[in-house]
T-cell receptor, first 116, second 113 residues
Framework: AQSVTQLDSQVPVFEEAPVELRCNYSSSVSVYLFWYVQYPNQGLQLLLKYLSGSTLVKGINGFEAEFNKSQTSFHLRKPSVHISDTAEYFC??????????????FGTGTRLLVSP | GAGVSQSPRYKVTKRGQDVALRCDPI?????LYWYRQALGQGPEFLTY????????KSGLPNDRFSAERPEGSISTLTIQRTEQRDSAMYRC???????????FGSGTRLTVV
C-alpha cells in the first residue's frame, strides 16, 4: 500500500517570492506521482505528473516538481508566485501499473496563501 | 460535455434517508472514479468503473454504499440509510483508458443532519 505525507498544512508566502510545497511518499513498489490544485469552489485540477524519465517535471502555471527516489520525495516548486496561486495543493501517488486504472492515494493537502 | 458534471452541487438530507449522487463524465471517457473527501483531508478512493463494469469497489466503506454505471456513461453513487458520518464532499473523476491523471468534477457536498 502507498501513503503520502504533506507535512505543511499551510504555507504563507508573499507575492513574487519562491515557494516549495513538500511531499513525501511511502511505497514498496514503483509509483507514479501527481500534484493537483483545488481553487475555492472548484474541482481538483491536475498540475503535473511523473510517470517515468526525467525526474524534473514541468506543469501548468509555472509549477515544477522533482522526483527524488532516494528521498521518496516529490516536492512542488514555483520561482515566483502570484496572488492567483492561492489554493489547496494535493500530492498523490499510485502504483505504476500499466493497466490504465489508477487508484490514487492523496495527501492531506497544503494550503498556499499568497499575500501582497 | 466540456467537463465532469456532478449533481446536485449541495445536498442536505436527514439521517436515515437515501441519497443518490450523479456524475456525468467527459464524453468519450471510459474510466470513471468516485472519491470521498472529508473536511481537512485528501480525497479517498471509493470505486472505479471501466465502461459499465465496476472493476474495483474496495473503497466503499460498507454495504450502504453502492454505485452503478449501467450504460457506460452517467454514474450514480447511492447511499442508503444515511448517517452523520457520511457527510463529506463526494468527487467524481473520469479519464481516457491509459491516460494517467484524471479530470475531476466540482463535487457534491453532502450534509447529513
Amino acid at each position: 500500500a502507498q501513503s503520502v505525507t504533506q507535512l505543511d498544512s499551510q504555507v504563507p508566502v508573499f507575492e513574487e517570492a519562491p515557494v516549495e510545497l513538500r511531499c513525501n511518499y511511502s511505497s514498496s513498489v514503483s509509483v507514479y506521482l501527481f500534484w493537483y490544485v483545488q481553487y475555492p469552489n472548484q474541482g481538483l485540477q491536475l498540475l503535473l505528473k511523473y510517470l517515468s524519465g526525467s525526474t524534473l517535471v514541468k506543469g501548468i502555471n509555472g509549477f515544477e516538481a522533482e522526483f527524488n527516489k532516494s528521498q521518496t520525495s516529490f516536492h512542488l516548486r514555483k520561482p515566483s508566485v502570484h496572488i492567483s496561486d492561492t489554493a489547496e495543493y494535493f500530492c498523490a501517488v499510485s502504483e505504476s501499473l500499466n493497466t490504465g486504472f489508477q487508484k490514487l492515494v492523496f495527501g492531506t493537502g497544503t494550503r498556499l496563501l499568497v499575500s501582497p | 460535455g466540456a467537463g465532469v458534471s456532478q449533481s446536485p452541487r449541495y445536498k442536505v438530507t436527514k439521517r436515515g434517508q437515501d441519497v443518490a449522487l450523479r456524475c456525468d463524465p467527459i464524453s468519450g471517457h471510459v474510466s470513471l472514479y468516485w472519491y470521498r473527501q472529508a473536511l481537512g483531508q485528501g480525497p479517498e478512493f471509493l470505486t472505479y468503473f471501466n465502461y459499465e463494469a465496476q472493476q474495483d469497489k474496495s473503497g466503499l466503506p460498507n454495504d450502504r454504499f453502492s454505485a452503478e454505471r449501467p450504460e457506460g456513461s452517467i454514474s450514480t453513487l447511492t447511499i442508503q440509510r444515511t448517517e452523520q458520518r457520511d457527510s463529506a464532499m463526494y468527487r467524481c473523476a473520469s479519464s481516457l483508458v491509459g491516460n494517467y491523471g484524471y479530470t475531476f468534477g466540482s463535487g457534491t457536498r453532502l450534509t447529513v443532519v
